[in-house]
């Protein structure tokens, strides 16, 4: 009597190992001779440029057809300009994922100028890294610490809206009444810390990959006034900004504007991208980064690869868009919004 029940399920199994068979040939038929553009929103020579060479490297042989992968710069805006593409003009068939600034999926809700997206909606594929916001000052700048910073100005190189580069400066001088002044107008970190090297600015907020792989940082002709993190960076030797947090407002404007370093570098594909190439994708994506030779790489770039999954990126923007009004309010008041 259960012989038919048998032959029942192993139809069904059957018909499931068919469909998942039919959805892998589809794939792989759809990416062989396809190239994918790892685009980035900034100039060559940043670390996010280092970041975007590596996928690009790595990704094809974990894609199904094994596409071609190239790296696009597309600078402009903090990577706004970049975000702005993927989510309304980029082809939306799989061949193309872009990778971001971290505070600009927050940009909707912090009242930012120029957005043209919800966050939500972009089909988040993981983050190559976690990195930690630090900002520099040239050895004969005035400032010497963190605590200078509240009576002596700091001048400082920025991008565009969404960037760290601009909003930590801004953010933390109206929150903690730092000392930030800042020109904006260069289109990367790399370009930021050749005005530093060229004395048109005296420093810049930026990532600390970024920072330990520049030479005259090495060189000790700048300095690390501070870090900005929710936890103090172990491998940073300077002090954390929250430590100047004096109230129960000012720590929840901070922790809402921090959460940005929990999504670290994200790639998106655009809205109405098919799910299956989707999921090739945030595959791929992982998979490349467990690839010994991408982890050497990454090494030897001196940047430090620390995987962040897409319900990781979406779990930290739902939280942040459920922050009450009053601290929204007060973290955009503290960004000139």
Same mark, same amino acid.
């Given at each position: 009597?259960?012989?038919?029940?048998?032959?029942?399920?192993?139809?069904?199994?059957?018909?499931?190992?068919?469909?998942?068979?039919?959805?892998?040939?589809?794939?792989?038929?759809?990416?062989?001779?396809?190239?994918?553009?790892?685009?980035?929103?900034?100039?060559?020579?940043?670390?996010?440029?280092?970041?975007?060479?590596?996928?690009?490297?790595?990704?094809?042989?974990?894609?199904?057809?094994?596409?071609?992968?190239?790296?696009?710069?597309?600078?402009?805006?903090?990577?706004?300009?970049?975000?702005?593409?993927?989510?309304?003009?980029?082809?939306?068939?799989?061949?193309?994922?872009?990778?971001?600034?971290?505070?600009?999926?927050?940009?909707?809700?912090?009242?930012?100028?120029?957005?043209?997206?919800?966050?939500?909606?972009?089909?988040?594929?993981?983050?190559?890294?976690?990195?930690?916001?630090?900002?520099?000052?040239?050895?004969?700048?005035?400032?010497?610490?963190?605590?200078?910073?509240?009576?002596?100005?700091?001048?400082?190189?920025?991008?565009?809206?969404?960037?760290?580069?601009?909003?930590?400066?801004?953010?933390?001088?109206?929150?903690?009444?730092?000392?930030?002044?800042?020109?904006?107008?260069?289109?990367?970190?790399?370009?930021?810390?050749?005005?530093?090297?060229?004395?048109?600015?005296?420093?810049?907020?930026?990532?600390?990959?970024?920072?330990?792989?520049?030479?005259?940082?090495?060189?000790?002709?700048?300095?690390?006034?501070? @870090? =900005?993190?929710?936890? /103090?960076?172990?491998?940073?030797? $300077?002090?954390?900004?929250?430590? &100047? #947090? *004096?109230?129960?407002?000012?720590?929840?404007?901070?922790?809402?504007?921090?959460?940005?370093?929990?999504?670290?570098?994200?790639?998106?594909?655009?809205?109405?991208?098919?799910?299956?190439?989707?999921?090739?994708?945030?595959?791929?994506?992982?998979?490349?980064?467990?690839?010994?030779?991408?982890?050497?790489?990454?090494? @030897? =770039?001196?940047?430090? /690869?620390?995987?962040?999954?897409? $319900?990781?990126?979406?779990?930290? &923007? #739902? *939280?942040?868009?459920?922050?009450?009004?009053?601290?929204?309010?007060?973290?955009?008041?503290?960004?000139?919004?």
């Amino acid at each position: 009597m259960r012989f038919p029940g048998f032959l029942a399920t192993l139809a069904a199994i059957s018909t499931l190992f068919g469909h998942n068979a039919s959805v892998a040939a589809t794939l792989e038929d759809f990416y062989k001779g396809k190239t994918v553009q790892v685009m980035i929103g900034y100039s060559v020579g940043g670390t996010d440029d280092v970041w975007a060479r590596l996928i690009a490297k790595y990704l094809p042989e974990y894609m199904p057809g094994k596409p071609q992968a190239v790296p696009t710069n597309v600078p402009g805006a903090g990577s706004l300009l970049l975000a702005n593409q993927i989510y309304n003009t980029q082809t939306k068939d799989g061949t193309v994922i872009g990778g971001f600034n971290r505070g600009v999926p927050f940009e909707p809700l912090l009242g930012g100028v120029g957005d043209r997206f919800e966050a939500a909606k972009f089909n988040y594929i993981g983050s190559p890294d976690l990195d930690t916001l630090v900002c520099v000052a040239r050895e004969d700048a005035p400032v010497h610490s963190l605590a200078d910073l509240k009576n002596t100005q700091l001048i400082v190189g920025g991008t565009g809206s969404g960037a760290d580069s601009q909003t930590y400066p801004e953010f933390l001088t109206n929150l903690l009444n730092l000392k930030l002044k800042l020109v904006q107008g260069y289109p990367g970190s790399r370009d930021i810390l050749l005005a530093v090297e060229r004395n048109e600015v005296q420093g810049g907020c930026v990532s600390y990959d970024t920072i330990a792989r520049d030479a005259n940082y090495r060189d000790k002709k700048t300095r690390i006034i501070f @870090q =900005a993190a929710p936890v /103090a960076d172990p491998r940073i030797d $300077a002090p954390s900004v929250v430590d &100047l #947090a *004096e109230t129960a407002e000012q720590r929840g404007a901070l922790q809402l504007f921090l959460r940005r370093q929990q999504i670290g570098r994200p790639y998106a594909a655009p809205p109405g991208t098919p799910k299956d190439r989707v999921e090739a994708l945030r595959a791929g994506f992982a998979n490349a980064m467990n690839d010994p030779g991408f982890k050497a790489d990454a090494v @030897q =770039a001196g940047i430090n /690869a620390r995987y962040v999954s897409p $319900a990781e990126i979406e779990g930290v &923007l #739902a *939280e942040a868009y459920k922050t009450a009004p009053e601290i929204v309010a007060l973290t955009r008041k503290a960004m000139g919004r």
